[in-house]
């Protein structure tokens, strides 16, 4: 599976950005694909999931009521709804993909696609 992330970019505080995540190879009903991001100097930290079979979401605390992530069967492709956005909010996006069921970690992702840069002006 590989995938790839796009719609980063500046935003001021409050604004809106829509990140997508197109995966290329077979998704099956059992995977699940998240979001995560990176800041500078901070570690990988999950931000939102989508159970691919179900659509069952899973979002952090620091997220939550604010960002929605949804996917599109038909065109393999995770999207992240970002709303309000926050100056903390800025850092480098990743979506991935796991293939069992499990937490939502960065140690339990099997794939990963290259990041996108969200830049949260205040």
């Known amino acids: 599976v590989q995938l790839q992330a796009s719609g980063g970019g500046l935003v001021q505080a409050g604004g809106s950005l829509r990140l997508s995540c197109a995966a290329s190879?077979?998704?099956?009903?059992?995977?699940?694909m998240g979001w995560f991001r990176q800041a500078p100097g901070k570690e990988r930290e999950f931000v939102a999931a989508i159970s691919w079979g179900d659509g069952v979401t899973y979002y952090a605390d620091s997220v939550k009521g604010r960002f929605t992530i949804s996917r599109d069967s038909a065109k393999n492709t995770v999207y992240l709804q970002m709303n309000s956005l926050k100056p903390e909010d800025t850092a480098v996006y990743y979506c991935?993909?796991?293939?069992?069921?499990?937490?939502?970690?960065?140690?339990?992702?099997?794939?990963w696609g290259k990041g996108t840069l969200v830049t949260v002006s205040s």
């Open positions: 991935a993909v796991r293939r069992t069921g499990g937490r939502w970690s960065v140690y339990d992702m099997d794939y």
């Open positions: 190879g077979r998704i099956f009903s059992s995977y699940g």
